[in-house]
């Protein structure tokens, strides 16, 4: 006889993977207890350079890794479980991924209000996830902020305290005493750069499915007939715009003279990664003393366009140098170079002729550097569903530009890539 049927209600977060914000797809469990689909987990290995010696394989929810890669297995149970779900989803007219080739045809589909109603609960449950991290990356900061204080003297203990009142976070969570000492800063450092991926990923998605929401109630006909033609597949997100820059987008390379020795770059030039450990490279006086590089394309004329994915870097500047920029030097603290930096302490500045420019507190996942000496504009935007403008400046053509990176705070493992832009 079959078993006792109790059912239970699924979201499709519930069985969803954080990395790619879909359906678990051939899932693997580390043993750490969390699942994701195996070519998302191996992606982003690959992505971080987690092949290299020494480098831990950490799970990109909890970080507990080994210094070795881990064997994947397929969790069977899970995978079974994402199967039912896709077939369900179907019945309701939605389309969560594709289904394995065993899988049933799918159901005649329900009206499409049905679908607003199921994908309104998830919308749900994502704003309750948003707004926690958001709790918590303020509790991070407020424990960053009393280590400071703390690192600073006894005397500041009434200070430490205010802080922490002020802050509304519960005092038996964070002591100034116990707690501020038993975490490194750059474990904090790193806890908060996740939590704040966390919540770009949470951001983007319930915006993806607000828009996905609002196209289907628009397109909902007002009395349903078996003669009026099925509504669109809205559970599939709308294609990626095309970057406004795109007919002026490069593709600009690391130059490896001018790396510095802390850092490392993939074999495409495209991705520059704060090495575990100091490199011998060959001797140069075109290397940098400090955590930076510059892109071999020297840029003189015209217009020029490209984008840089600091998601994996907790503190970092990209902008524009000359090739005469001196090697012990700081990007944008020179006459000749110009940046918008990432602190990782939630401010972004700009810097132009020694010039610090704070811009705000929310941090840019892409950066678009926009460079045109027709009209001697240099202009950086944040890049999402469309270009938000951060800064710009005036620049001068006497002398070529060359893309610029520092990666300061020399956290192993933080990188910055080089997009390919969208045409």
Not at 7 to 20: H, K, N, Q, S
Not at 37 to 64: H, K, S
Not at 246 to 265: G, H, K, R, Y
Not at 280 to 299: G, M, N
Request: proline share 7%; glycine share 8%.
């Amino acid at each position: 006889m079959a078993g006792l049927a109790v059912p239970v209600w699924l979201a499709e977060d519930d069985l969803g993977c954080v990395i790619c914000q879909g359906l678990l797809d051939w899932p693997a469990t580390l043993p750490c207890g969390h699942s994701f689909c195996r070519d998302c987990l191996q992606g982003l290995w690959g992505a971080r350079g987690a092949g290299g010696a020494g480098r831990r394989w950490a799970c990109p929810t909890c970080r507990e890794g080994a210094a070795q890669q881990p064997r994947l297995r397929k969790n069977t149970l899970l995978q079974e479980l994402a199967d039912r779900y896709r077939r369900a989803a179907r019945g309701l007219g939605d389309d969560p991924g594709p289904a394995p080739a065993s899988d049933p045809a799918p159901a005649p589909s329900t009206p499409a209000l049905g679908r607003i109603k199921f994908r309104k609960s998830i919308m749900e449950v994502g704003r309750e996830l948003t707004e926690l991290v958001e709790q918590l990356v303020d509790i991070v900061r407020s424990l960053q902020n009393q280590r400071r204080l703390a690192e600073s003297g006894p005397d500041n203990e009434l200070g430490i305290l205010s802080t922490t009142f002020s802050s509304g976070v519960d005092l038996s969570l964070a002591s100034p005493k116990l707690e501020t000492s038993s975490t490194s800063e750059g474990e904090m450092r790193d806890v908060l750069h996740d939590l704040e991926v966390i919540q770009e990923k949470l951001r983007e998605n319930l915006t993806w499915k607000e828009a996905s929401e609002e196209r289907t109630q628009v397109e909902l006909p007002e009395a349903p007939s078996s003669s009026s033609r099925p509504l669109p597949n809205q559970s599939l997100p709308a294609p990626k715009r095309a970057s406004q820059f795109a007919p002026w987008a490069i593709n600009p390379t690391f130059d490896l003279q001018t790396l510095s020795c802390s850092l490392e770059v993939s074999k495409d030039c495209h991705i520059v990664t704060v090495s575990h450990r100091p490199q011998s490279y060959p001797w140069s006086r075109e290397r940098f003393s400090t955590s930076q590089v510059l892109c071999s394309q020297a840029l003189s004329s015209g217009q020029q366009y490209w984008e840089v994915d600091t998601r994996h870097c907790s503190h970092w500047a990209v902008g524009v140098a000359s090739w005469g920029m001196s090697r012990d030097r700081i990007l944008g603290r020179t006459t000749d170079s110009c940046c918008v930096e990432w602190k990782g302490t939630s401010q972004l500045s700009a810097w132009h002729m020694f010039k610090e420019t704070v811009l705000g507190s929310d941090r840019p996942g892409v950066v678009g550097i926009w460079l045109d000496f027709e009209e001697g504009k240099l202009a950086f935007y944040s890049v999402a569903n469309e270009e938000k403008l951060l800064y710009e400046c005036m620049v001068s053509a006497s002398a070529p530009l060359h893309p610029a990176f520092w990666l300061y705070g020399l956290h192993p493992g933080n990188s910055l890539i080089i997009k390919q832009v969208r045409v």
